[in-house]
């Protein structure tokens, strides 16, 4: 089995192109050229990887690769995943998070129909919450450049599955994180910043809204869930998540008590971190996943930032 993956030098990349090695799998990452390469994550099976230029806004490149690579599974995980830089680049983020879903799906479309595709959907599509908990039926409102984007994915991979007869499975994806995780996103800047404090490195963690309630899990339970979707052999949409939710401040407060710190003599709540339109609650039901895929996760949410907090401990212990 050949899989392409796009957005393979990321958190999700990384861990799905191990993943398929461990299965087999000869894997294509698609990527960027850059004049400096950023592929930390991936360093240590690099050299079990082919690697193909192309870039999501450029269709003739994504046709040439898949062409020339022929596939039988596509990961598109390459997208502008930052929620507050989508504020500040909404038009480049729709060009990446929503026209770049329709030029892999087209490329697709005129090489093999056969080749399977997956869309890294998000439960930022959710927003402005319709219903608790959130699941496949759900309405979409979503609250920024990012979700709305996403939204254009999903319902683009919809329109080729239902059109073309493409085997277009989308994953919405709820927040799910790692020690690979960017330093920007939130749960990476409370372990960084909580390991620092431990080490003297720094005395002061500057966060935005602490009452923000997400639904956590490990970036490895879910691109397990994203290959189990292309396996099923009837394409479909699968909500992936834990099935349970934590605050900002839970995250912090287990954070700290995990290295005999209180969050409180340290943390400080900066407006500067607060989004223009807030997410306030997301927690999805994994129910269908569950019974249709047999997916489970594994990693609990304890477990999650005490394996984050340990990572970051390591790091920066060892510079």
């Known amino acids: ?36 390469e950023s592929a930390e994550r991936i360093d240590h099976i690099k050299d079990k990887i082919s690697f193909a230029q192309a870039d999501l806004l450029d269709q003739q490149s994504i046709l040439r690769v ?33 026209l770049g879903v329709t030029k892999m799906l087209e490329a ?13 959907s998000s439960s930022e599509m959710f ?30 991979t919809v329109n080729y599955r239902e059109s073309y007869g493409i085997k277009a499975s989308s994953g919405i994806l709820f927040n799910h994180e790692s020690p690979r995780r960017g330093l920007e996103f939130v749960t990476r800047k409370i372990t960084d910043g909580v390991a620092r404090i431990k080490l003297g490195l720094a005395d002061k963690l500057a966060l935005g809204n602490l009452d923000a309630k997400r639904d956590w899990g490990f970036a490895g339970d879910y691109v397990r869930a994203m290959w189990m979707m292309l396996q099923h052999e009837e394409a479909d949409d699968f909500v992936i998540c834990s099935g349970s939710t934590h605050s900002v401040q839970e995250f912090v407060e287990a954070a700290f008590s995990h290295v005999d710190l209180d969050y409180k003599k340290y943390v400080t709540v900066d407006p500067r971190f607060v989004r223009p339109a ?3 609650l997301l927690l999805g039901d994994p129910e269908k996943a569950r019974k249709i895929l047999g997916w489970e996760p594994s990693v609990t949410f304890e477990g999650l930032v005490k394996m984050m907090v340990d990572a970051d401990m390591e790091r920066l212990s060892a510079k």
């Open 66 to 98: 898949i062409d020339e690579h022929r596939p039988d599974e596509v990961y598109n995980l390459a997208a502008q995943s930052f929620v507050p830089t989508s504020w500040a680049q909404p038009v480049l983020t729709g060009e990446f998070d929503a």
């Open 1 to 36: 089995m050949r899989a392409l993956i796009t957005g393979i030098t990321g958190q999700d990349g990384s861990y799905l192109a191990e993943l398929l090695l461990e299965k087999g799998y000869e894997v294509v990452g698609m990527v960027r050229r850059a004049s400096t």
């Open 278 to 280: 807030e997410v306030d």
């Open 108 to 120: 697709i479309r005129q090489v093999d129909k056969n080749i399977r595709f997956y869309q890294a």
């Open 127 to 156: 927003g402005r919450v319709q219903e608790v908990p959130q699941k496949e039926t759900t309405p979409f409102y979503p609250r920024s450049p990012y979700g709305v984007a996403k939204v254009y994915g999903h319902w683009i």
